[in-house]
């Protein structure tokens, strides 16, 4: 293990408030997943309701981001998308809470509706290493873990949770799906070994890469991107599939969508570059969003004022 990865863990903690913050998850996934979905559904509307009505959380941060994306809407159009992304947050917890007992190898397509799963199977079981791109939007989460179903294993780069009781806890769920987990800092080295062995590298695009990332369009504002996505696929030859897996109707209903596959060997003007690819990856995910901006995660912040430089380069 790297340096920095040994740093990053480090930062967790196992003290006895982390250990009651853990007892208290498991105590709401316990009752979670011994009521019945529709029940479930029905409690994430009330909470949306109660949190979006009365309770002030990331209220600024969402308003700005909806006024940012979509300045046109008027006021109750805001109020309703800021709802149904509360609903679907909730739910989307639910949805991975009853996950495990629902969801097998039997039953997969009671759940999950692929129209191209002919396209995903040729790049997530081939010989050829892979990029797969997705963003806080749908169950990302559930992606990952029915793949894992199929005995099609992928590596995931995420930041460790500060508690270490909930981390471990998490990273049971995730694993159990056959998903590996490399920490976000200090692990390029594995990386790179992972795409040489023909590995499948899960990654989430819409993640702010401070100044020095690679600023782009995003949704029509410039956002700073992580290059590493576009380096890995310019870098290996592995193709970059851009996907996403949206609840459709009712609770764990999903169609997993491929947006867009980058192949190397078959050259385009959008691999021309790290700033062409990470442009075409992120208009892929924005068209998907603004198909259903309901399940976009609009809490977490996204765009940040670029420096002027920055702005001059973009443009």
Request: charge should be positive.
């Amino acid at each position: 293990m790297s340096k920095d990865a040994e740093t990053t863990e480090s930062q967790q903690t196992y003290t006895f408030v982390d250990y009651l913050g853990y007892l208290a998850l498991r105590l709401v996934m316990s009752f979670t997943q011994s009521t019945s979905l529709e029940r479930c559904d029905r409690i994430c509307r009330l909470l949306a309701k109660v949190v979006t009505d009365w309770l002030p959380i990331r209220k600024a941060l969402l308003e700005e981001n909806l006024q940012l994306i979509y300045p046109n809407w008027t006021p109750q159009q805001r109020k309703r998308v800021k709802r149904e992304m509360w609903h679907h947050l909730f739910l989307m917890c639910c949805e991975i809470a009853h996950a495990p007992r629902k969801i097998h190898r039997e039953n997969w397509h009671q759940h999950y509706y692929a129209p191209n799963r002919k396209k995903v199977v040729e790049i997530v079981l081939g010989n050829r290493p892979a990029v797969l791109v997705s963003g806080h939007f749908g169950n990302f989460e559930l992606a990952g873990y029915v793949t894992g179903l199929f005995g099609i294993p992928s590596t995931t780069v995420a930041r460790p949770l500060d508690n270490g009781y909930i981390h471990d806890y998490f990273m049971a769920f995730r694993s159990m799906g056959g998903q590996h987990f490399l920490p976000k800092e200090g692990s390029s080295a594995e990386v790179q070994e992972l795409l040489k062995n023909g590995g499948k590298l899960a990654l989430l695009a819409d993640q702010h890469a401070g100044p020095k990332g690679c600023w782009v369009d995003f949704m029509g504002q410039l956002a700073s991107c992580h290059k590493g996505l576009a380096l890995f696929t310019l870098t290996s030859g592995a193709p970059m599939m851009v996907c996403s897996n949206v609840r459709r109707g009712k609770p764990l209903q999903f169609e997993f969508q491929v947006l867009g596959i980058a192949d190397p060997l078959q050259p385009s003007d959008y691999l021309a570059s790290v700033s062409s690819l990470t442009r075409w990856y992120n208009e892929r995910l924005e068209r998907a969003i603004h198909a259903c901006p309901e399940q976009y995660w609009w809490l977490h912040r996204r765009w940040r004022p670029p420096t002027p430089i920055r702005v001059r380069q973009a443009a």
